[in-house]
């Protein structure tokens, strides 16, 4: 039975809480038990590092503290900035003795040992679960859908941070949903950056950029897109009704967290999904889903007459 | 009787103004046995040779302590004044008291002249032990290997050809020809390559004093400088080489596609092919394990066997080894082009129009899978909106390769010209960190680019390709103006690194030469020895050793021709007698020493187990030809067995004793 | 026109060298990190230029840009940047040494962004967590833009996107000590 400490991040019971109540029953039908923390603060997400040093390693060093309390299981964090926030000073609390001694001052709780690992919810499905366990509990295959991966910044980088998939094109979540049954599309904007945290303070940025990736969503031919992370979902759904007046095209993509899919096809009642809660109605996607798999496309052959063609018009 | 002459130099004011000479001088002439003491200025010169040649005569002197700059320097001037004067010159030794006093004590006098002192009287005491040696004599094969058949082997071997030295060509692929042969025009000329190269590929055929292996390999090479021996393989080409006239009937009939490595698997060739029309020797080989005879058996297919009106096909022929006797050796071994497939970011390998500028090379040669006309590898149609990204791998640390590969300046440049001269309502988006246009020539050519083609140049990099619908959409930065660029592109082509070959480390084993973290082979010194290594008798031309273009290539190859000229200008060769013998009476066989050697001089040989016993043991032999005299025998050796002329135990200690 | 001298005394770039960690040396300025950044276009002085005016020790126009608050800290830049330059680092390096020296660009999308830090990190003193609908409605009353994002509420608020009441941490004493030793060590008053 494995087992993992949960950080849930102050979205988790707000504007993402379809994702930790998906993330709670997929885990548990993949035989994970979900160990919750006694108690745990803002990681400081985007504002605390901008602004401040020390505190935006305080904030998030006590939380993992009151994780080494839990258990040595690793801490699995399902927001992506977060994660990035707690990892980033992990890493910096274990390579740096002096800061580590300086900064852990501010917590009362403990001493930071060191001992707990952290991971990012994907990062855990895709290593310590395992494509051959997701693919083991799929009783009603997602046939037919058409997934774009959106990965967002933080999942994958900074490269010596994450330390996870490529910072480039990665392919986890493209292969958790394959293995769900649904087709990953070739999506080339799966990394680049919504905008983020400037979701209030620069909406008119985030309209840019996240519509650029709404527009290649749509031309790769994506019916939703799966994020796994809530600042990512968050800018592509609430912010997709803006988007599309100000460009004067319409998306209609629903953007759903990767463990609702999961939950999905692991034969969880529709209900458990949660997905009344989308702003871009999400209920649509369900009519796009096959009851048997979807013929094998005929590839086109590459061309060769079309050279020798050319060649015949310049000669 | 020992008597020592000591003379001690200024060196100008490199020695002078840090260290009391002239007290170094006093006190060395209070040593025992030090008959003279002469300081000077320059003893390096004519008149401070004088000084210690007219000493040697006058004062019979049998060693000498030259107090100097470093031994590297001029050592070997010295030594020849002590031949002049008539005394062994190996009774010489050299004080260094100019890089290991004067020029690292410069803040305290007094130290650096005690230490000049105690350097002085450690190289008195040694040099009275010092033995009268002898320069060796080595026989010298004279025959060259040239390894790889590119232009640098090309004009290596005829260049030794010429000098009526015989040469063995030795080169892996079907043909000679190398890179060179899959260019299009070259620059800053513009010449065709094929058209510079093939007078030079059938001059090799041809040539009298030229043995031409195609389609081998060296295995091994055994032996040291005038004494090699190479081992080469000769693979089966299936193809009795002396009965076909290269008419082409096979290939034409051959029923089996392969994709064509000549054409960077662009279009296919069959089975049994000759890699291009001008190829040399122009005979096919067959592909084995593409061939439907070699794979499946006798009577299968064997279509080119029947068409073949001279039976020269020969299913049953098998790979051959030769052996050479071999006196020196010319690696020109050459380069691939690095893979850039870690820039995910320019989406190589998942779009189809992203290609490597050897793939455009061949799309725009007239003997090209497209007749010289660039096509787009998706859909055939030809590109208008060209965009070219050099520094693909090359000066790019997070791609593991610091170092510049020199030629693709050149050469995208050319490629816009090769462009614009195919497809005239096209046009190149050059992105460029630098433009290294520094060879004869070379600026002009660039200059020759911009206006006649109208290239845009934008200085920056490239951060994402993306497909959308039939164009590739580049993002870079054009930091003249300071803002983000965006280009619908046709087609991307990549300059990507010039890079070792995959093989290189192998081969840098097999011959005992080292290679440096790429791959590279080392040469002896960056900046003087650029053709040797440190393996003596063994030499490098072309991209095997660093990129270059064809000028240096060619220069590189003739001046490791020179010194192959040179090695055999004589009968003999002449060895510094500074190295190990073993004394066998100490040899316990434990062989450890042969594990130490950097060189692979040590042997072993058989002798008798006591005086006239009839029972042998093993014991080391250490090759005189090969040996360097390092002395990592000496070190290992838990028996001492191992002697080190000029530096042997007496010798030394009686050194640290002294000092 | 920019006068220089004596550059082989560069107090900002040991500063920044030495927060960041990074060697702005390394940089060849071959402008990849601008190409990627996907906010270069709307940044005063870009990526490759704020490197080159380190090199030149302007800490100036460097403070007085809007780039290193426009900074998304996506790390798209150091993913490709040749040299492997943490360049978000370097960016914050400077933001951060700006803070300490109270120096702020005078651009009002500037001010909006650091208004909306400071309320952000001020919740979390208050309450632990994030508490959303506050700080939304603080940043709305402070930015002078009441009615900002207000088609949003009611979708937000009904799908219980946006919760009406406030979640605190268990230990806001510990919360609270945090805070101010973290002050303490900080030159910033939050």
Partial sequence: MKKLTYYPGCSSHGTSLEYDHTMRITLKSLDVAVQDMTDWNCCGATSAHVMTENLALALPLRNLIMAEKVSNDPMVISCAACYSRMKATKIEMDSKPDLRKKINTTVEEGTYMGTVDVKSLLQYCYEDVGIDEIKLRVKKPLWGLKVACYYGCLLTRPKHIANFDSAEYPMSMDHIVEALGAKAVDFDYKTECCGASFSISNTELVVELTGKILEVAKEAGADIIAVACPMCQSNLDMRQFQIEKSRGEKFDIPVVYITQLMALAFGHPVSELKLSRHIVPAEPMLGKILNEPPQEEKKVKPVKKAVAKTVEETE | MARVGVFVCYCGSNIGDYVDVKKVAETVSQFKDVKVVVDYKYMCSDPGQGHIKEAIVKDKLTSIVVAACSPRMHEKTFRRALTDAGLNPYMLECANIREHSSWVHQKDKDAATNKAIDLVRMAVVKSIANEQLHEISVPVTKRALVIGGGIAGIQAALDIADAKIPVVLVEKSPSIGGKMAQLDETFPTLDCAQCILTPKMVDVLNHPFIELMTYSEVTELQGYVGNYKAVIKKKASYVNFKTCTGCGACWQKCPVKVPNEYNMLLDKRKAIYSPFPQAVPNKPVIDAPHCTRMLKGPGKCEICAKVCEKGAVDFDMKDEYVEREIGAVVVATGYQLWDPKPYEEYGVGRYKDVITSLEFERMVSSNGPSNGVPFRPSDGEVPKEVVFIKCVGSRDESKGISYCSKICCMYSAKHAILLHHKVPDSHAYIFFMDVRASGKGYEEFWKRTMTETGASYLRGRVSKIYQKGKKLIVRGEDGQIGQTVEIEADMVVLANAVYPQKDAPDIARMLGISYDKYGFFSEAHPKLRPVETAKAGIYLAGCAQAPKDIPETVSQASACAAKVCGLFSGDTLKKDPMITKIQKEYCSGCLNCINACPYGAIVTEEIPLGHGSKEMRTVAYINEGVCQGCGSCVAVCRSAAPVLSGFTDPQLIGEVISA | ?190
């Avoid at chain 3, 709307?42 to 080159?52: N, S, Y």
């Avoid at chain 3, 030149?56 to 940047?81: D, E, G, H, I």
């Avoid at chain 3, 309320?119 to 930015?143: C, T």
Wanted: charged content about 25%.
């Fill in chain 3, 1 to 190: 026109m920019i006068k220089l001298n004596n550059l082989h005394h560069n107090p900002f770039l040991e500063a920044v060298n030495k927060k960041s960690g990074a060697d702005v040396l390394d940089c060849y300025q071959c402008g990849k990190c601008v190409a990627t950044c996907p906010v270069s276009s709307h940044m005063d002085i870009t990526p490759r230029q704020i490197m080159q005016y380190i090199k030149l020790n302007q800490k100036t126009q460097v403070y007085m840009a809007n780039s290193t608050w426009f900074c998304l800290t996506c790390s798209s830049c150091s993913a490709r940047c040749p040299r492997e330059i943490e360049i978000p680092s370097v960016m914050e390096a400077c933001r951060h040494l700006a803070i300490e020296e109270n120096v702020y660009p005078n651009s009002p999308k500037v001010k909006e962004i650091k208004r909306f830090h400071e309320i952000f990190i001020d919740m979390v003193k208050k309450y632990g967590k994030l508490y959303e609908l506050r700080m939304m409605a603080e940043y709305n009353i402070r930015s002078g833009n009441f009615f900002k994002d207000i088609a949003l509420a009611p979708a937000a608020l009904f799908k219980g996107k946006l919760k009406l009441f406030p979640e605190k941490s268990k230990n806001m004493k510990a919360i609270d000590k945090m805070f101010k030793m973290a002050e303490e060590l900080d030159k910033v008053k939050v």
